[in-house]
C-alpha cells in the first residue's frame, strides 16, 4: 500500500519583487506588498531610510541625524515577506531579470527602481567642490561644520575682510529646500549663536539666497511667493530673484558682473535623477528621469516600475513634481498593481496623483501652505507645518523626540546639535586659516 501512496508535490516558489531604494516611495512599495503572496527584497546603498524634507534642520543644528534616519531592517523587522540587502545596485539586467553591483546579483520577476535623484549643476559639475547640496546626512553634516566652523574662523581672525566672508551665506535656489535653508540660517544667525562670542557679533552674518527665476517657491500661489519674499527680507535675508550665478569657486560666487565673497555656499538650485535609465537604456528627460507609462512601467518592461524622483509621468495632463507625496502615491499605487497581478486580478486603474499641497517653513513661526483653496502664512502655517511633518516621521520615538526638540528650542531658541566634529573638520578648519593668510599676503 506504500507504493500507492502520493509523492510530495513542491509548492511553487512565490513570485520575486526587488525594490531598489528605501526612500518614500521603495518604503511605501513594500509595505503595500505586505499581503501579498510574494519576496520582497529592499535594495539600498544605506541601511537607514532619511526623511530629507528635514536635512535643512540637520544642517542648522535644530536636530541630530538620529532624528530623522531609521534603520530599514527595524521598519520591517515585523513583516516576514521582505528581505533587505545593503548594496549599492550599478547595473539592471532586464533580460536575465537581476540587479548587481558587480559582485553579487539578485533574480526579481517584479522590480521597482525608486533611486532617487542627485544634484545638478547645469553644466558646471566642479561647482559642486565649492556648493554641496543637500541630499544625505553627510552633506547636512559638512554644511553644518562648515557654517559652525567659518564663525570660530572669524571669530579668531583680526582681519575684518576676512570676517566678512566667513560671516557670508550665498544659498543658490529659491525652491522650497532654499527657502527653508535661509530662514534657518537666519534664526541660528540672530537668535541661537546671539551673545555666545566676544569678537564677532553673528547676528550681522550676511545671508543671501540667490533664484535665477523671478519669484521664490514657483510651486505655490504669486501671493504667497510675495509674503515668503518679505518674510525673509524681515529676516534681514537678502532675497535676489532673476539673479543666475556665473561662477562659483572657493572664494564666492559671481552674478554677472558682481562679486560676493563666501565662506559658505549652499546649492539647492536643480536635481538630476540616478543612472536608472542608463541601467536599462530607458526614454528620459532632460532630468534623466525614466519616461514611464500610465501604469509606471518603464516600456517595454511590464514588469518593471520606476517611482519616485526616478520617475517622468503625467497625470490628468500635469507632470507629477518630485515631492514625497507623490513617491509614497506611486509606491502604494506600484504596490496594489504587483499584488493584482500576482492574484491574477483586474489591475487598478491608470495612476492619478492627487497633490495634497505646497509646505515651506520661512523661520521661527512663519511659513506657507498652500492646498487647494487653502492659503495659510505665518504662525497658523508653521504649526501646521510642524504637526505634518511630525505625522510623516517614522517610529513614536522619533516623533516624540523631534516634538520635543523643536518646542525646546521653540521656547529656549537654543539647538543642541552644534558640533564640529574632530579630525577632517579640524585639518580643514587649520587649512582654510592658512589659505586665508596666504591669499590675503597675494592681495585676492
Not at 567642490?129 to 547636512?140: E, H, M, Q, S, W
Amino acid at each position: 500500500m506504500s507504493g500507492n501512496r502520493p509523492s510530495h508535490i513542491p509548492s511553487a516558489p512565490l513570485p520575486r519583487v526587488v525594490i531598489i531604494g528605501a526612500g518614500f516611495g521603495g518604503l511605501t512599495a513594500a509595505r503595500a506588498l505586505k499581503s501579498a503572496p510574494v519576496e520582497i527584497t529592499v535594495v539600498d546603498r544605506r541601511n537607514f531610510h532619511l526623511f530629507q524634507p528635514l536635512l535643512y534642520q540637520v544642517a542648522t543644528a535644530a536636530l541630530s541625524p538620529g532624528d530623522i534616519a531609521w534603520p530599514i531592517r527595524s521598519v520591517f523587522a515585523g513583516q516576514k515577506n521582505v528581505r533587505v540587502v545593503m548594496m549599492e545596485v550599478n547595473s539592471i539586467d532586464p533580460m536575465n531579470q537581476t540587479v548587481s553591483d558587480g559582485a553579487a546579483s539578485i533574480s526579481y520577476d517584479y522590480l521597482v527602481v525608486a533611486t532617487g535623484a542627485t544634484h545638478t549643476y547645469f553644466g558646471h559639475p566642479d561647482w559642486a567642490r565649492f556648493a554641496p547640496g543637500l541630499k544625505t546626512i553627510d552633506d547636512a553634516r559638512a554644511l553644518r561644520e562648515r557654517l559652525l566652523t567659518a564663525c570660530e574662523i572669524a571669530e579668531l581672525s583680526d582681519d575684518d575682510e576676512v570676517r566678512r566672508r566667513c560671516l557670508t551665506t550665498v544659498i543658490i535656489g529659491g525652491g522650497a529646500t532654499g527657502v527653508e535653508m535661509a530662514g534657518a540660517v537666519a534664526e541660528l544667525s540672530r537668535r541661537t549663536l546671539r551673545g555666545e562670542f566676544r569678537r564677532i557679533d553673528p547676528e550681522k552674518m550676511r545671508i543671501v539666497l540667490v533664484e535665477a527665476g523671478p519669484r521664490l517657491l514657483p510651486g505655490v500661489p504669486e501671493r504667497l511667493s510675495e509674503r515668503c519674499k518679505r518674510a525673509l527680507i524681515e529676516m534681514s535675508v537678502e532675497v535676489r530673484p532673476g539673479s543666475m550665478v556665473t561662477e562659483c569657486n572657493e572664494r564666492g560666487v559671481s552674478l554677472g558682473p558682481e562679486r560676493i565673497d563666501a565662506a559658505t555656499i549652499m546649492w539647492a538650485a536643480g536635481v538630476r535623477a540616478s543612472r536608472a535609465a542608463q541601467w536599462l537604456d530607458a526614454e528620459h528627460d532632460r532630468s534623466n528621469r525614466i519616461i514611464v507609462g500610465s501604469d509606471l512601467s518603464v516600456p517595454p518592461h511590464e514588469n518593471i516600475f520606476a517611482i519616485g524622483d526616478t520617475s517622468a509621468v503625467q497625470s490628468e495632463g500635469r507632470p507629477v513634481p518630485g515631492l514625497a507625496p507623490a513617491a509614497k502615491q506611486m509606491g502604494r499605487y506600484v504596490g496594489r498593481l504587483i499584488t493584482a497581478r500576482v492574484r491574477n486580478e483586474a489591475n487598478p486603474p491608470v495612476f492619478s496623483y492627487k497633490h495634497q499641497g505646497d509646505l515651506a517653513v520661512i523661520g521661527r513661526k512663519s511659513a506657507v501652505v498652500a492646498m487647494g483653496q487653502l492659503w495659510l502664512c505665518g504662525f497658523i502655517a508653521w504649526v501646521f507645518r510642524s504637526v505634518v511633518h511630525i505625522l510623516f516621521l517614522i517610529g513614536f520615538r522619533s516623533k516624540i523626540v523631534v516634538a520635543f526638540e523643536w518646542l525646546w528650542s521653540f521656547v529656549t531658541r537654543q539647538r543642541s546639535a552644534r558640533l564640529i566634529s574632530d579630525g577632517a573638520t579640524r585639518k580643514a578648519f587649520v587649512a582654510n586659516r592658512e589659505q586665508t593668510k596666504q591669499e590675503l599676503a597675494r592681495g585676492i
